[in-house]
């Protein structure tokens, strides 16, 4: 059957049951050694309902990616904490998880570094090193699931919302993005909703096309940044490949098919985005369009000059949407003193 060993939670449950089949196993196996991985298991011999033989085998033929912890931050308010996780081939990523009222929510790597390039962010400063595994998005879930159990922060599995907004770009790793989706909702397994899913992506328009498709009802975020091609090139390198109105097609073509009312992201940066003018350039863009609009104080770093716009651009940027009609609230800001930029702590580290 397997000529190497691969890692086991990167496997589907019909392809473990496929799997058991062809090593001599009953196909129901597949869903008991699913339920176990789902349960953040570190070793086969914790599957207590699988026989000593069939255990033999496992080890035989697959590994169960884990994630060695380098870093726990905890930020002032106790409601954030950021890890950085060491990967099989020494690169390094890192997650968020943030308590929310609603449940804890893990803010996950896809890639390791990213290729978009965009200005503001920290994890495009050394380019694309590698696309992750559905496995190793997999194993980040579980392996803070298993640390914010340990630490009190509710009953497993306590990760109820997952948000695909760490450092890369999901859909450029599209098709281990997709089999990570499907694995986590696994009903056999994790169990997660679709709903309490959040894609963001810096705007590829072919696979926002494609991931509509797919009849998945995750939400989709949309990093927009700027309500005019100009504004946007300037701090977002995808800009110079597909336009706003491309992405306004993409989003209503993706509202269109899963019912899922798409957020814009808008982060805003001092002198750059940030004008009323720009505040009613991009109510008037977003006028009618059953969405959301999610303004983010920019998140400074040492890697830009870029500044995030003052407290009163913010309010009157706010208020201009809001006189609008559009549906707008600010980022609730988590972990600021745990260097909560996606891909900031890992550079400090790495010095
Ligand atoms: S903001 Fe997102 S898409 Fe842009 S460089 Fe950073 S990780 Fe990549």
């Known amino acids: 059957m397997l000529d190497h060993k691969i890692d086991i939670l990167d496997r589907s449950l019909e392809e473990l049951k496929t799997d058991m089949i062809s090593i001599g196993e009953k196909p129901y196996r597949g869903e008991q050694i699913i339920h176990w991985l789902s349960k953040g298991v570190y070793s086969f011999s914790e599957m207590t309902n699988i026989p000593e033989v ?14 060695h912890q380098l870093k ?30 609603h449940g804890n929510t893990i803010c996950l790597s896809t890639q390791v570094g990213c290729a978009m390039g965009c200005s503001f962010c920290a994890s495009a400063t050394k380019g694309l090193a590698r696309n992750l595994t559905a496995g190793e998005m997999m194993a980040q879930v579980l392996a803070v699931n298993r640390d914010i159990a ?9 990760i109820g919302c997952v948000v695909l907004m760490g450092s890369g770009e999901p859909l450029d790793n599209y098709d281990n ?12 397994g994790f169990n997660l909703g679709y709903r309490n899913i959040t894609l963001s992506t810096c705007g590829l328009i072919p696979k926002i096309l494609a991931l509509a498709e797919e009849d998945l009802s995750i939400n989709l975020a949309v990093s927009l940044h700027a309500a005019d091609d100009e504004t946007r090139k300037k701090i977002m390198k995808i800009a110079n490949v597909y336009s706003i109105n491309d992405i306004m097609k993409a989003s209503r073509f993706y509202f269109n098919k899963t019912g899922r009312r798409i957020t814009f992201e ?37 890697h830009s000059n870029q500044k995030r716009s003052n407290e009163k651009t913010i ?37």
């Open 315 to 351: 309010k009157v940027f706010t208020s201009i949407l809001k006189s609008a009609g559009i549906n707008v609230t600010r980022r609730r800001e988590m972990g600021q003193d745990i260097q909560g930029a996606c891909g900031q702590l890992k550079i400090n580290y790495l010095k």
């Open 54 to 67: 069939l255990i033999e085998k496992l080890e035989e033929h697959y590994t169960i990616s884990t994630l």
């Open 72 to 101: 726990r931050l905890t930020s002032n308010d106790k409601l954030t904490m950021k890890y950085l996780f060491l990967l099989h081939d020494n690169n390094i990523i890192e997650c968020v998880v943030m308590k929310y009222y």
């Open 177 to 188: 993005t997709l089999r990570f989706l499907h694995q986590i909702h696994e009903p056999k």
């Open 266 to 302: 808008y982060a805003l940066i001092e002198g750059i985005n940030d004008s009323p003018y720009q505040a009613h350039e991009l109510a008037a863009l977003l006028k009618g369009f059953p969405c959301h609009v999610n303004l983010i104080p920019l998140n400074e770093n040492s």
């Open 150 to 158: 340990n630490l009190g922060w509710g009953d497993p599995p306590s």
